[in-house]
């Protein structure tokens, strides 16, 4: 293993998963096979100059250089999901005709960890959960931001 491929998988890792400190970051690294200590982990950080954002629970976590704060899932499907439906590990999301591609670009923007990617039709949004991820898991956490505020 060499300084690049530890780097390329620290990348990777941030991207998907809420690393927030140095610590985290070497079990994620060790977890993906790459032996690292925390002298190590601390010459990558500086080297590739990652900073820290407030991520999606609130918690501030590594981010590569001039990456801004992730957008929030919440609100785009707050303003146009009708339903959300799930079968293994996709999610189905109706919208008003016109809007499926909308939100799910706002979805895709908002580089959600769980979600691997969309594909939209007029008003019909397959999202597709990361392995490991459960659609219906998903299915829940997203009708949460559908309902939320109503009475």
Same mark, same amino acid.
């Given at each position: 293993?060499?300084?690049?491929?530890?780097?390329?998988?620290? +990348?990777?890792?941030?991207?998907?998963?809420?690393?927030?400190? !140095?610590?985290?970051?070497?079990?994620?690294?060790?977890?993906?096979?790459?032996?690292?200590? !925390?002298?190590?982990?601390?010459? #990558?950080?500086?080297?590739?100059?990652? !900073?820290?954002?407030?991520?999606? #629970?609130?918690?501030?976590?590594?981010?590569? %250089?001039? %990456?801004?704060?992730?957008?929030?899932?919440?609100?785009?499907?707050?303003?146009?999901? +009708?339903?959300?439906?799930?079968?293994?590990?996709?999610? +189905?999301?109706?919208?008003?005709?016109?809007?499926?591609?909308?939100?799910?670009?706002?979805? #895709?923007?908002?580089? *959600?960890?769980?979600?691997?990617?969309?594909?939209?039709?007029?008003?019909?949004?397959?999202?597709?959960?990361?392995?490991?991820?459960?659609?219906?898991?998903?299915? #829940?956490? +997203?009708? *949460?931001?559908?309902?939320?505020?109503? %009475?």
């Amino acid at each position: 293993m060499n300084r690049r491929e530890r780097h390329g998988a620290i +990348l990777r890792l941030i991207r998907e998963q809420q690393l927030s400190t !140095q610590a985290e970051l070497a079990e994620a690294l060790r977890a993906a096979g790459f032996p690292a200590v !925390q002298t190590t982990v601390s010459r #990558d950080v500086h080297e590739l100059r990652l !900073q820290k954002i407030r991520g999606e #629970d609130g918690r501030l976590v590594y981010a590569p %250089a001039g %990456a801004a704060a992730p957008l929030q899932v919440g609100p785009a499907v707050r303003r146009f999901a +009708l339903s959300i439906e799930s079968s293994g590990n996709l999610v +189905l999301i109706t919208t008003p005709s016109g809007f499926g591609h909308a939100l799910a670009e706002e979805i #895709d923007r908002a580089g *959600h960890p769980k979600i691997l990617g969309t594909v939209a039709g007029d008003n019909t949004i397959l999202v597709v959960a990361r392995e490991g991820e459960s659609g219906t898991g998903l299915r #829940d956490e +997203l009708r *949460h931001h559908l309902y939320e505020g109503a %009475a």
